[in-house]
Nanobody
Framework: QVQLAESGGGLVQAGDSLRLACAAS????????MGWFRQAPGKGREFVTA????????YYADSVKGRFTISREYAKNMVYLQMNSLKPEDTADYYC????????????????WGQGTQVTVSS
């Protein structure tokens, strides 16, 4: 089993950067593909990015491509989301998720989910 806890959210201005972190517990962290999703007020959950268990593959939503970067650190059981050039439309609750299959994770069917961290980007 994997437990996830996000941190790093906050209030920033448009154009600023922010790094979100997801701490994972469990000895099998390295077996899982990891991803980030977000949910804006009044909207459904949206895929942001995902990384395979071996860092060999990454996927990004078109809306964040070139601005966001996902990474993972096995020694610390951490996954990060570096967000640059933030826009007001990036405002949302951001969730970390884990799933054994990367393609399954991309569809939003994560096996494990964190509680989320809020990101607000002011214009």
């Amino acid at each position: 089993q994997v437990q996830l806890a996000e941190s790093g959210g906050g209030l920033v201005q448009a154009g600023d950067s922010l790094r979100l972190a997801c701490a994972a517990s469990g000895r099998t962290f390295s077996n899982y593909a990891m991803g980030w999703f977000r949910q804006a007020p009044g909207k459904g959950r949206e895929f942001v990015t995902a990384i395979s268990w071996d860092r060999g593959n990454t996927y990004y939503a078109d809306s964040v491509k070139g601005r966001f970067t996902i990474s993972r650190e096995y020694a610390k059981n951490m996954v990060y989301l570096q967000m640059n050039s933030l826009k007001p439309e990036d405002t949302a609750d951001y969730y970390c998720a884990a799933e054994l299959n990367l393609l399954t994770l991309r569809t939003g069917r994560g096996r494990y989910w964190g509680q989320g961290t809020q990101v607000t980007v002011s214009s």
